[in-house]
């Protein structure tokens, strides 16, 4: 008996032919949960494996850097051998490997900076103050988002004024060129400028060009439908001259246009590489067929958008629910009853459920409810560890010792802890090194000999400047030893942290630990590593390699975070009119398309079961809104059924009050049959439970008295929606909600 083959056996007849495509261009439409991940990590084993490539000749290019650590752990195993080192990168990993190796075609130095979102504001900040220019009236984050068009549009100050002709902003074009200067000066780069310099110096530069075409030999895009101008423009240069590019993606789940993505890379494609071979993976390892159903029939409704259909032979499975809730603190009640229920009955983890919302500000009514109720959960964000105020600081301090030039970073730290080094003497301080035409790190010391200082700036910047010094000697010690060193030299934690003596203080500490434990592993992941590489990966780190789920909890996430994941169970909540689809997006056809993938993300999250809610009031931003359901609901086919739009659940466990009371009625009639726990033994009360009526007064041992005003469920799982006294309606499983009847 032969053996196996691990990279072709456990491939479904498409993956196998992505797998073994031969030379030229290819584009793979790999639809939610089709095995995207091993698709691209088997082609990369069988081109090494199987036709003879060798793993630096291969660039794969992604959008996370877990993404890329993944594939690369992957492609190891499935060749065997654990030194292949094919380069797998971000794109803004690759832009930067590339502007390190030719640094010297570029006005930088090898040791730049790279500024993230945060940082980019704050240089925006210091333009409109050298140019005495308002920021309450010229946002820096309106600013920040139009230099992020140009740059991903691969347009310079010059480019963008002229793209604009008559209609440009002189004032945009003015601050635009000051911020390209500050970047210049502080020897360093923004996030646009890690694709936009590596596309221009690709472009004007014959020798650097056929330097980088001849490197690698097969291109792999992941995730094409997110790409840019600029990162399309970036790939089609790099596969020009050999023209073995694999882009992989789904035209269905793009989501990220107000990010820059541009869905068009996708879907002409095959325009800028004739002959592409077109493969579709439709087969789904994730969801069942109900779930697949609906999420198509929405779906389909798009118009720009490739032909194609999952399916999955996970064909039993129960259809998407729909409740209508009364207000939006009834919609959360109905969803924590739900995964009560599900707890209870099926073993269900409120860890394996998730709920998904369209906008941020749906989560404060969730919170309050599952708070009260005591229902554990996290709140899945993209701002998180890295932004938190003590490891910025960490990292600016790093910074300088990497690159001085970095007189944003050096702004930051320069008097935290507090070291009596005020505006002023700061602002003297950088007054002088532009004179001198030197960073600030470089003028100080000549300040300092100066004699232009007073006694107590004198004294401050000269601790400062001895400091400093004393961290450079650690300069090319393992990361982890460096900030042990700056937290000790600096007394970061007992001047910054403990002073504060207030809650956030255990925090702060908690998250110090956690950045010291980042820098270990980075350690042994690398022997000797220069701490420039370290400040560069985390630097580079996206919003969803720091998106963190909980197992123990339920995670509550925007759709857009929730891209990538998959739960168990799904909960879209607020799936309403002027929510999902957006308000914006009501005259614009684009829009609404994206919206309508954003829903179909959020479906085809969901493994085993779905729950979507709406709410008829809501209130949102202060205001409250009367509403209709979303109309992707009745794309999906889930508001046939009149209960949907009468406040009940439409699913199997609910129907209308009149259809749930007959049936339970008839049942009862037929069979006396007991009814179990999830445990599988008898339970009386269960057996009993069938026997409340609708309209019947009772009493619960926490809430008191209350009425029956529904019975939805099944015979296995009877539950009833009660009205309190004192806490209002509530659903209950009665099969545990120890009800006493009130004559």
């Known amino acids: ?109 090898r040791n730049f900076s790279i500024y993230d979102d945060r940082d980019q504001l704050a240089v925006l900040k210091e333009c409109l103050k050298q140019l005495k220019l308002d920021p309450k009236q010229i946002k820096p984050r309106t600013l920040a988002g139009r230099i992020n068009y140009a740059k991903d549009n691969l347009m310079y100050p010059r480019q963008y004024a002229e ?11 003015t601050i635009y060129k000051t911020y390209e200067k500050i970047l210049l000066s502080n020897n360093a780069f923004d996030f646009g400028d890690l694709i936009l310099r590596p596309v221009k110096l690709l472009q004007e530069n014959e020798t650097v060009r056929n330097r980088w075409q001849l490197r690698f030999q097969h291109l792999l895009v992941d995730e094409f439908q997110d790409t840019n101008p600029a990162q399309f423009e970036l790939a089609h240069l790099l596969a020009e001259k050999h023209g073995n590019i694999v882009a992989v993606g789904d035209d269905d789940q793009s989501i990220y246009s107000w990010r820059g993505a541009d869905i068009s890379n996708i879907l002409n494609f095959e325009k800028y590489f004739p002959n592409t071979k077109t493969v579709r993976l439709e087969r789904n390892y994730r969801s069942t067929q109900p779930i697949l159903e609906a999420a198509h029939a929405v779906i389909k409704n798009n118009s720009h958008r490739k032909d194609k259909k999952l399916w999955t032979d ?128 470089e003028a100080l010391p000549l300040l300092l000999e100066s004699g232009q200082l007073t006694g107590r700036a004198h004294n401050a910047l000269s601790k400062f400047y001895q400091l400093y010094n004393q961290l450079q000697e650690y300069n090319d010690q393992p990361p982890l030893k460096v900030i042990e060193k700056v937290l000790e030299k600096s007394r970061y934690i007992e001047k910054v942290v403990e002073k504060k003596d207030d809650h956030t203080a255990e925090s702060r500490l908690e998250n110090i630990e956690e950045l010291k434990r980042v820098a270990a592993d980075f350690g042994e992941e690398n022997p000797d590593p220069p701490l420039a590489d370290f400040v560069e990966e985390i630097t580079l780190l996206t919003d969803m390699d720091t998106t963190e789920t909980e197992a123990t909890a339920v995670n509550l996430m925007t759709l857009h975070a929730a891209k990538g994941l998959e739960f168990e169970v799904v909960f879209m ?128 041992p926490k809430f008191g008295r209350g009425k029956i005003v529904a019975i939805q469920g099944s015979e296995s799982s009877p539950t009833a929606s009660i009205k309190f006294d004192a806490v209002g309606e509530k659903r209950l499983a009665l099969a545990y909600a120890h009800l006493e009847k009130i004559s």
């Open 1 to 109: 008996m032969s053996e196996s083959d691990p990279i072709l056996d456990p491939l479904n007849e498409k993956q196998r032919e992505a797998v073994t495509h031969g030379e030229g261009s290819l584009l793979v439409f790999a639809g939610a949960g089709s095995g995207k991940t091993r698709t691209i990590t088997h082609r990369i084993a069988h081109l090494i494996r199987d036709r003879g490539v060798a793993p630096y000749e291969i660039l794969g290019v992604t959008f996370t850097n877990k993404a890329a650590a993944e594939m690369q752990e992957r492609a190891r195993k499935l060749v065997g051998e654990t030194n292949i080192q094919p380069e797998l990168r971000t794109f803004h990993s690759f832009g930067v490997r590339l502007l390190s190796e030719e640094v010297n075609a570029l006005k930088r130095e």
């Open 163 to 173: 793209e604009q002709g008559k209609d440009a902003d002189e004032q945009f074009y």
């Open 314 to 441: 996970k064909s039993e499975g129960r259809k998407p629910e729909v409740y209508a809730a009364r207000n939006d603190y009834k919609e959360a009640e109905y969803v924590l009853e739900t995964i009560r229920l599900l707890e209870k009955m099926q073993g269900v983890s409120p860890g394996d459920c998730a709920v998904f919302f369209r906008v941020n500000a749906q989560t404060r009514v969730f919170e309050e409810v599952f708070t009260r109720e005591n229902m554990p959960y996290v709140i899945v964000s993209s701002v998180g560890f890295y932004e938190r105020m003590e490891i910025k600081d960490l990292l600016a301090y790093l910074k300088i010792l990497v690159n001085p030039a970095d007189d944003h970073s050096l702004s930051r730290i320069i008097n935290q802890p507090s070291r009596g080094i005020g505006e002023k003497t700061e602002a003297a301080l950088m007054e002088y090194a532009a004179a001198q035409e030197a960073s600030g790190l």
């Open 573 to 700: 909540a607020g799936m309403e009119e002027g929510l999902l689809p957006h308000r914006n997006s009501e005259f614009d056809p684009e829009r609404k398309e994206e919206e309508r993938r954003l829903c179909y993300v959020g479906f085809t999250r969901a493994k085993k079961r779905l729950y979507c809610s709406w709410s008829r009031k809501r209130r949102l931003y202060g205001t409250e809104r009367q509403n209709h359901p979303s109309p992707f609901l009745r794309e999906a086919g889930l508001l046939d059924e009149p209960s949907a739009l009468h406040g009940v659940d439409s699913g199997r466990r609910g129907r209308a009050f009149n259809q749930s009371r007959k049936r339970s009625k008839r049942k009862m009639k037929k069979k006396s049959k007991k009814i179990t726990t999830a445990s599988g033994k008898s339970n009386a009360g269960s057996r009993a439970a069938l026997n409340y009526e609708v309209g019947e007064i009772i009493k619960h």
